[in-house]
């Protein structure tokens, strides 16, 4: 890919700009985490609980915020009292197995029990994984999230290294319908079709109505060109630097979206 500064770069940059506060919030959260089971000879569910509700409770209760689910995931065996743990919490606007919306911060109701047979390995998920192997931030999806929203989602989760040891992660979902809505005046904002698509060219959002979230974008070349995203994500590497573009066979540009492993696809 070559530098360049074209429509599709500034809206690429647009694009970037709305997901960015989101992966700041993760960041302070990470950090905050971090430093408190640091300071703790034992961690123990009991304690880290009730701070990670007031840690992610605010954000998820603030107007206009993207997130709709939040918390830490523990690594299993970390926690003294609690070998695994999900301390995942859902907003009032969460529809998440409930039939009535605005009921505040509610706490995920999760299987901790591995001998139930409702149980579900987190570990074997990729929002775990990719962490784990690269120990950097990683954005999952869209994806149907079972476990968490019952709905098309893009989770990013941080890892949290304490001596060299993966301790857990924190993260946010982000339901996808609320994605496009803050993308879409955007994507509009050009005269061509726009369409969002993660790194294995899966659709974020597009101003085509066709064109189904979570499919795959069939375009001649669009898999080379999204290497490098692909690329970083093995690597561990999310930083994309200055907006990197290329032109398909077709005539499309594929533009980077910053450092959120997202590309723009402008026809």
């Known amino acids: 890919m070559t530098r360049v500064t074209t429509p599709a770069a500034t809206i690429a940059e647009r694009i970037a700009a709305t997901i960015d506060p989101v992966f700041a919030v993760i960041e302070d959260w990470r950090r905050e985490v971090a430093a408190l089971l640091a300071a703790d000879d034992e961690p123990r569910a009991g304690r880290i609980d009730p701070v990670i509700a007031d840690l992610v409770g605010g954000e998820l209760e603030r107007p206009g915020t993207l997130i709709t689910g939040a918390g830490f995931v523990a690594a299993p065996g970390f926690l003294a009292d609690a070998p695994w743990h999900l301390a995942w919490w859902l907003s009032g606007a969460s529809p998440f197995r409930t039939d009535v919306l605005g009921t505040g911060l509610r706490r995920l109701d999760a299987v901790s029990d591995p001998d139930a047979e409702a149980f579900r390995d987190y570990t074997t998920l990729e929002w775990w994984r990719v962490p784990e192997r690269t120990r950097r931030r990683h954005l999952t999806g869209p994806y149907v999230d079972y476990l968490c929203t019952d709905d098309y989602t893009v989770t990013i989760t941080s890892p949290i290294v304490l001596d060299g040891e993966m301790a857990g992660l924190v ?81 499309a540009e594929v533009v980077a979206c910053g450092d959120t492993s997202l590309a723009l696809v402008l026809e």
Not at 217 to 224: H, I, M, T
Request: hydrophobic residues 40%; negative net charge; glycine residues 10%.
């Open 171 to 251: 993260g946010a979902d982000v339901y996808v319908a609320k994605l496009e809505q803050a993308l879409l005046p955007e994507l509009r904002a050009a005269d061509r079709t726009c369409t969002v698509v993660n790194a294995s060219g899966r659709i974020v959002a597009s101003t085509d109505l066709h064109r189904a979230t979570g499919a795959l974008l069939r375009a001649e070349g669009l898999a080379d060109a999204l290497a490098p995203l692909r690329e970083r994500e093995a690597d561990g590497d999310p930083r994309a630097g200055e907006a990197q573009a290329t032109t398909l066979p077709g005539g």
